[in-house]
């Protein structure tokens, strides 16, 4: 079972890749985690260019297709979804009858420097990937004060926050599973 974890920062330092890092440490024997890493070069969506599709966009849908399901983690600009994100799951949403996406199990995680933990962002992207079709984890996990939040391993300091986030990827993997019995 593979994972693909996608830090919604492409800053060296993000602290919502540390958090999809910690994710990805904690999950269990056998359950692959890859961290994406193509984001950046995702061009800004135009209808136009979906008759011969950038190589950066096919090669973001193939991850997605050949994950069984998807950990975002997202920080959050101006009360809302970092731009390249939103424009990533836009790609990932076409064609709507044979998205990618299409009942993906899917979770949304998030960290900010301030005191609310990304959560518009976090309640924005779960809205575009549901719109899409995806099967979207109903929980959130809002890392605040995020230069705070991590150890020097890269775990969370906050006891609350490591038991929420492993809820949280027990009911991803769970999804995954139903999704392949089914
Ligand atoms: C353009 C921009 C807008 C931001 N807007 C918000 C915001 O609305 N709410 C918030 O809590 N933090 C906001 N921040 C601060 C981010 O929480 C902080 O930069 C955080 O470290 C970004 O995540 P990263 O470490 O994964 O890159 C903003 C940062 C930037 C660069």
Do not use: C
Request: glycine share 8%; charged share 25%.
């Amino acid at each position: 079972m593979e994972i693909l974890g996608v830090a919604g920062s492409l800053r060296r330092g993000s602290y919502n890749r540390m958090l999809l890092r910690a994710a990805g440490a904690s999950l269990p024997p056998g359950v692959r985690f890859t961290e994406y890493d193509g984001l950046k070069a995702i061009p800004a969506f135009d209808e136009d260019d979906e008759a011969s599709l950038p190589l950066s966009v096919s090669r973001w849908r193939a991850a997605i297709a050949g994950a069984g399901g998807i950990l975002f983690a997202t920080p959050e600009y101006n009360s809302s979804v970092p731009g390249h994100l939103k424009n990533a799951i836009d790609w990932a949403s076409r064609p709507f009858s044979a998205t990618v996406l299409r009942n993906k199990p899917v979770a949304v995680i998030g960290a900010s420097t301030g005191m609310f933990g990304a959560v518009w962002s976090q309640a924005e992207t779960r809205k575009a990937l549901a719109a899409a079709g995806a099967r979207v984890i109903d929980r959130e996990l809002a890392v605040p004060f995020a230069h705070e939040a991590f150890d020097e391993a890269g775990s969370l300091r906050d006891g609350d926050l490591t038991l929420e986030l492993d809820n949280i990827l027990v009911e991803l993997l769970d999804a995954i599973k139903q999704r392949v019995v089914a």
